[in-house]
């Protein structure tokens, strides 16, 4: 998947996805903004403005989960219980029905 598409998609939600030098990113870190924890480069996003920021080389699966956090949900990173999604709590147990 080419990274123009996802921008053209965000874009079309009413976000964008943005590309940064390191040194913007790295001075992005403020209360609206949050580091992807497990992303192999540097990847957020502005949870409040809508935007997927990325300094490093995407990676168009870690960009397309950020947006399900930037589109999909109303609360940002910390205050979804994303472990929750299919039913697993957070020490990794099924819990049958449970849904954030």
Not at 10 to 32: F, M, V
Not at 57 to 65: G, K
Not at 68 to 76: L, Q, S
Request: with cysteine; net charge positive; glycine share 8%.
């Amino acid at each position: 998947m080419q990274i123009a598409k996802l921008q053209k998609l965000c874009k079309s939600l009413g976000g964008d996805l943005i590309a940064l030098s390191r040194e913007q990113y790295d001075s992005k870190h403020n209360k609206t903004f949050y580091e992807c924890p497990f992303a192999r480069g540097r990847l957020g996003l502005d949870f409040t403005k809508k935007k997927v920021l990325y300094a490093d080389e995407p990676v168009w699966t870690e960009i397309v989960h950020e947006m399900g956090h930037v589109f999909a949900r109303k609360k940002a990173p910390p205050f979804t219980k994303e472990w929750s999604f299919l039913g697993v709590g957070v020490r990794g147990v099924l819990v049958p029905g449970r849904r954030s």
